[in-house]
T-cell receptor, first 116, second 112 residues
C-alpha cells in the first residue's frame, strides 16, 4: 500500500527566513506525481507545487521549491523568505499515474507558524 | 474561470439522520472527487465520479454514496450519520486524465 509520512507535526520560522518541511513516501510505482498543498485557517486546500516523478529537475514556484529524491522516496518543501501569510497546515500528497483507483494519498500534515 | 464551490459551509446534524452535501466543479472539469478530513488529520479519499458514474472508491461504507449530474456537479450523501462522521468534507474537481485537483472550501459537518 502507498503511504505518505510527514514526520514534523509542527514547525515555526521567523519571517523572512527559510524553512524546510519533510515528506517521505512508500510506493512500488515508478510513474506518479507528488504535491504539496497548503491549508490555511480558511480551510481551502491550495496547491503549492507539484512534481512529476519522471522529471529529475526539482520543481520551483517563486519562493517554494522542492528537493525530490526518487531513490530515497523523499520530497521536501523549502519555503524561502517566509511570509506571515505562509502560516498554514502543509500536506504532502502522492498520486499514482497507473491503475484504476487513482486518488490522492495524503500525509498527516505539518502545521507551520511564521512568526513576526 | 469559476472555481470549485461547495454548499453548505457548515451543517449540524443528529446521529441517525441523513445529509446531502453539494459541489459544483470548476469550469471545464468533468471529474469530481470527495474527501473526508477529520480534525487534525489529512484528507481521506471517499470516491470519485466521472461521466456520472463512480470511478474509484476508498475505504468507506455503503452509507456514503454520491451522484454526479450532467453538468458535472456532484452530491455526497451520508445515511445513518454517526458521531465519527463529524469532519470537513472536501470536494475536488479535475479533468479526466489530468492529475491536478482543485479544491472547494469544504463543508464542516458536525454530528451530535
Amino acid at each position: 500500500a502507498q503511504t505518505v509520512t510527514q514526520s514534523q507535526p509542527e514547525m515555526s520560522v521567523q519571517e523572512a527566513e527559510t524553512v524546510t518541511l519533510s515528506c517521505t513516501y512508500d510506493t512500488s510505482e515508478s510513474n506518479y506525481y507528488l504535491f504539496w498543498y497548503k491549508q490555511p485557517p480558511s480551510r481551502q486546500m491550495i496547491l503549492v507545487i507539484r512534481q512529476e516523478a519522471y522529471k529529475q529537475q526539482n520543481a520551483t514556484e517563486n519562493r517554494f521549491s522542492v528537493n525530490f529524491q526518487k531513490a530515497a522516496k523523499s520530497f521536501s518543501l523549502k519555503i524561502s523568505d517566509s511570509q506571515l501569510g505562509d502560516t498554514a497546515m502543509y500536506f504532502c500528497a502522492f498520486y499514482p499515474n497507473a491503475g484504476n483507483n487513482r486518488k490522492l494519498i495524503w500525509g498527516l500534515g505539518t502545521s507551520l507558524a511564521v512568526n513576526p | 474561470e469559476t472555481g470549485v464551490t461547495q454548499s453548505p459551509t457548515h451543517l449540524i446534524k443528529t446521529r441517525g439522520q441523513q445529509v446531502t452535501l453539494r459541489c459544483s466543479s470548476q469550469s471545464g472539469h468533468n471529474t469530481v472527487s470527495w474527501y473526508q478530513q477529520a480534525l487534525g488529520q489529512g484528507p481521506q479519499f471517499i470516491f470519485q465520479y466521472y461521466r456520472e458514474e463512480e470511478n474509484g472508491r476508498g475505504n468507506f461504507p455503503p452509507r456514503f454514496s454520491g451522484l454526479q449530474f450532467p453538468n458535472y456537479s456532484s452530491e455526497l450523501n451520508v445515511n445513518a450519520l454517526e458521531l465519527d462522521d463529524s469532519a470537513l468534507y472536501l470536494c475536488a474537481s479535475s479533468r479526466q486524465g489530468f492529475y491536478e485537483q482543485y479544491f472547494g472550501p469544504g463543508t464542516r459537518l458536525t454530528v451530535t
